[in-house]
Structures are given as structure tokens and as C-alpha cells.
């Protein structure tokens, strides 16, 4: 029997601004398993990345249950939260996130800093992952001395180097050129094989065939998948 990593029954997150209600996620039942690669994709503004956000304890559903590896995400306090999203899921996204005052090895290290492993053991898994992207020579450079591929390859190096079981993409592709695009899906795909289970918002139909199932939203809902 196959370990379910996302579990969630009527999910649906509105939100209230001056009166007026958006439903941005409507009764979403999704179901994801442990080693998948998932693709979501649907037109601008159909609530792909609210449904990311949700997925990754970013934000909390306004209704409906969530299960993520085991935990129910209403009964999470805040401080809990935090603790699951630092040590068991990566994110990328499309804008790279970087910190322009820390340099690339401050940047991917940064996450292990929060989780309180020591400096030895920090600079030890820092230097491998940027070794292993090819970004050793890139260490003391700060984002804005990057090529974008190359601060999106950063990006990704701070998005692993806790090993984590659960890997959230939002469009990470959405701001490079075609090679270093294809590069980011090779990643995500090696890092997939390696375990991890991924969960990656797109446009693009081609990023997507790089997915073992692809979820369409429309007006936050799902409308059909394709396996």
C-alpha cells in the first residue's frame, strides 16, 4: 500500500477584502502519494498557487482538512508549522526568493541556520550541494552578480539542502530561458527519483510532461486529471 504524503477533503480558502468574498480554492479532494510528481496547472488566477501555499502550511484553508504526512493541519499551532516547513519541505519559486545582503553560500545556508544545525555540519552541506549544482566557484557572489539561471540553480540548492521529503514548486521555470529551464526540470526530476515527492504550479505543457499526473483548476476547483 502506498504512504499518502497530501491528504485534503473539501480544502477551500476565501478571502475577504473590503466586503467583497474571492473563493480562491473551492472543495478540493486531492490526494497525493509518497515519491509522486505532481503538475498543477490552469489559467491565471484559478488559485494554483493558494493551493501550493496551503499545501506547503504557508497559509491555512478556511475550511475543509488537510494531512500532510500524518498531520491535520487545524491542529497545528503556529510555532508546529514552522518546524514542518523548515525540516520537511523545500520550496522554489518562480522570483528565486534570494536574500540580495547574503551571499550564495549565506543564502542555502540559511535554512539550516534556522534549524539550529551547527556551523560544521552547515558549511559541510552547504559546500556539497553547491558542488554538486556546479556552484562551488559561486560561493562568495551575492544574487545580483547571477545570471538568472544561475540564481535559480542557488535557489534550488537552498530548496534541498535540508533533504527534504516534500518538494513545492511554484512556475520555477517561469523566469528562464529555455536551456536553463530545462535544466531546473532535470533537477527537479533527479531530485524526484531520489525520493522526494514534488508538487510544481506551471503554465508551461511542457514542464508538465515531466510529471507523473497533471491537476487542471478552473475558478479553484479541479476540473480534470490526467495521468
Do not use: W
Request: hydrophobic share 40%.
Amino acid at each position: 500500500m502506498e504512504e499518502v504524503i497530501i491528504q485534503t477533503n473539501m480544502l477551500t480558502k476565501t478571502f475577504i477584502s473590503e466586503e467583497i468574498e474571492t473563493i480562491a480554492i473551492r472543495n478540493i479532494d486531492l490526494r497525493i502519494e509518497k515519491g509522486e510528481f505532481v503538475a498543477i496547472m490552469g489559467p491565471s488566477g484559478c488559485g494554483k498557487s493558494t493551493l501550493l501555499n496551503l499545501l506547503g502550511l504557508i497559509d491555512r484553508p478556511s475550511s475543509g482538512n488537510l494531512s500532510l504526512n500524518g498531520y491535520q493541519s487545524d491542529s497545528l499551532s503556529e510555532t508546529r508549522m514552522t518546524r514542518i516547513r523548515r525540516g520537511y519541505i523545500g520550496f522554489v519559486f518562480q522570483h528565486f526568493n534570494l536574500v540580495d545582503e547574503l551571499n550564495v553560500f549565506e543564502n542555502v545556508e540559511l535554512p539550516l541556520f534556522f534549524m539550529g544545525i551547527k556551523r560544521k555540519e552547515r558549511k559541510e552541506r552547504v559546500a556539497a550541494i553547491l558542488d554538486e549544482l556546479k556552484l562551488g566557484h559561486r560561493g562568495k557572489h551575492y544574487p545580483q552578480q547571477l545570471s538568472g539561471g544561475q540564481q535559480q540553480r542557488v535557489a534550488f540548492a537552498r530548496a534541498i539542502v535540508n533533504s527534504p521529503q516534500l518538494l513545492l514548486a511554484d512556475e520555477p521555470t517561469g523566469n528562464l530561458d529555455s536551456k536553463n529551464g530545462s535544466a531546473i526540470m532535470d533537477l527537479l526530476t533527479e531530485h524526484n527519483r531520489n525520493g522526494a515527492t514534488v508538487v510544481m504550479v506551471t503554465h508551461s505543457s511542457k514542464d508538465a510532461s515531466y510529471a507523473h499526473r497533471i491537476i487542471h483548476l478552473h475558478d479553484g476547483a479541479i476540473v480534470n486529471e490526467l495521468v
